[in-house]
């Protein structure tokens, strides 16, 4: 079956570590999408890539930096920069949308990995 | 900036139908209205979308205001699977902003 894999589910970081938290699709789609989400509140994008070799900066970008060198897999990387951590994390694919992004191509989303500071 | 507003919660008895509002005042004409919903530890999941017509599928209907200015998700007869956060979103040219969401809670 196609769909995006998350991994690891849950994930502990030590303060000053970097942790790098993978997204894999078989979906064989060219937009892929990295989220935030904090309890009781809606999604926050971090960052996004409509094609290999590309991404662009979401609203919360800061502390967090990404690579998309296969199609298939938009690994994050969360910084020792990124001052408050704790969340869970949201990876998305979607057809891309020609000259625009998202507009009018549903999100197919992975089952999310949970990032805890120790 | 573009902003959707849901209200926190809402109850539903079983089998009965379901109206979810949202309102996105600041939506633009080239924005599309989605709708997702998320089950505790899960991804969310794609309800419908839709620009300015009313739309339906096999999950819900989608009415949108002659203005765009707010939408409504239909749950036609809601089930105690049904029970999830609705998140209303709006997506257009390098934005894709989500609502806080609805919790729904569906009563046996």
């Known amino acids: 079956d196609g769909g995006i894999t998350q991994s690891p589910k849950y994930l502990f970081r030590k303060e000053g570590q970097n942790v790098t938290l993978s997204c894999e699709q078989n979906?064989?789609?060219?937009?892929m999408y990295w989220y935030r989400q904090d309890p009781g509140q809606g999604l926050r994008l971090i960052y996004y890539s409509q094609i290999v070799n590309d991404f662009q900066k979401g609203d919360i970008a800061e502390g967090y930096s990404v690579s998309r060198e296969k199609k298939e897999s938009f690994p994050l990387t969360v910084t020792s920069a990124q001052k408050n951590p704790t969340a869970f994390y949201l990876c998305a694919s979607s057809i891309r949308s020609p000259g625009q992004f998202g507009s009018n191509q549903p999100q197919h989303f992975g089952d999310g990995t949970r990032l805890s500071i120790l | 900036d573009a902003k959707t507003t849901q209200p926190n919660s809402m109850e539903s008895n079983e089998e009965e139908p379901v109206h979810l509002p949202c309102n996105h005042s600041?939506?633009?004409?080239?924005?599309?209205i989605h709708w997702y919903r998320q089950l505790p530890s899960q991804g969310p999941e794609y309800v419908i979308h839709?620009?300015?017509s009313n739309v339906n599928n096999r999950m819900a209907s989608l009415a949108i205001a002659e203005d765009r200015k707010s939408s409504t998700l239909i749950l036609h007869r809601a089930t105690l699977r049904d029970a999830a956060v609705y998140y209303c979103?709006?997506?257009?040219?390098?934005?894709?902003?989500f609502g806080t969401g609805t919790r729904l809670k569906v009563l046996a």
């Open positions: 979906l064989n789609h060219d937009a």
């Open positions: 839709g620009l300015t």
């Open positions: 979103l709006l997506s257009g040219t390098y934005k894709y902003i």
């Open positions: 600041t939506i633009s004409g080239t924005d599309y």
